[in-house]
């Protein structure tokens, strides 16, 4: 059971992980409907910063925005 909960997880993470980064972020597919959420929005602009900085942080898909705040944290107190 614990194998088919782990498939059915990986699964349903790559689908998500498709359908968001190449459908809705590099516009492949037709989900421009994802652009109501707020959420969604802000993971876009948090990938249009790793590509601008040529493949730097953020690196996660889904978390890209937390991990965006946190480095720009560190940066601050490296400064004081």
């Known amino acids: 059971h614990l194998c088919i909960a782990a498939g059915f997880g990986m ?5 998500a992980y ?9 516009e492949r597919l037709p989900v421009t409907f994802l652009e109501r959420f707020s959420y ?3 993971i876009r602009n948090a990938h249009r910063v790793h ?3 040529e493949h730097e942080h953020p ?3 889904f978390l890209g925005e ?5 480095h ?3 940066a601050r107190a490296k400064r004081k």
Do not use: P
């Open 18 to 26: 498709f359908i968001v980064h190449d459908g809705f972020i590099h």
């Open 51 to 53: 590509h601008r900085r």
């Open 59 to 61: 690196y996660g898909l």
């Open 66 to 70: 937390m991990e965006l705040r946190w």
């Open 40 to 42: 969604m929005r802000r």
């Open 11 to 15: 699964t349903t993470f790559g689908m």
């Open 72 to 74: 720009r944290k560190r």
